[in-house]
Nanobody, 127 residues
Framework: QVQLVESGGGLVQAGGSLRLSCAAS????????MGWFRQAPDKEREFVAA????????HYTASVKGRFTISRDNAENTVYLQMNSLKPEDTAVYYC????????????????????WGQGTQVTVSL
């Protein structure tokens, strides 16, 4: 059973940057894809970014493409989300998640493919 712990959230002004981290333990991290999702107040959880188990493939939702970068360090069992040029509409609780399938051959945007979730970290972007 894998455990995920996010960190790095906080309050930032529009145009600023934050880097979220997600530390994994309890499973062979390097063999599973990872994703970031977010949930704003009164909205459904939405896909933000995903990275394949080997780090070679990434995928982003259109609204963050060019501003956010997902990466992973398999030696440190950690996945990151670098967020630049933040906007107030990026305000949400951000969750990292581990894919439930071993070495899935593509990056998934579907939350149902992710078997394990962190507790979330709040990101607030002010004007």
């Amino acid at each position: 059973q894998v455990q995920l712990v996010e960190s790095g959230g906080g309050l930032v002004q529009a145009g600023g940057s934050l880097r979220l981290s997600c530390a994994a333990s309890g499973r062979t991290f390097s063999t599973y894809g990872m994703g970031w999702f977010r949930q704003a107040p009164d909205k459904e959880r939405e896909f933000v970014a995903a990275i394949s188990w080997d780090g070679r493939t990434t995928h982003y939702t259109a609204s963050v493409k060019g501003r956010f970068t997902i990466s992973r360090d398999n030696a440190e069992n950690t996945v990151y989300l670098q967020m630049n040029s933040l906007k107030p509409e990026d305000t949400a609780v951000y969750y990292c998640a581990a894919d439930g399938s071993y070495q899935r051959p593509y990056t998934s945007t579907f939350s149902g493919h992710y078997a394990t979730w962190g507790q979330g970290t709040q990101v607030t972007v002010s004007l």
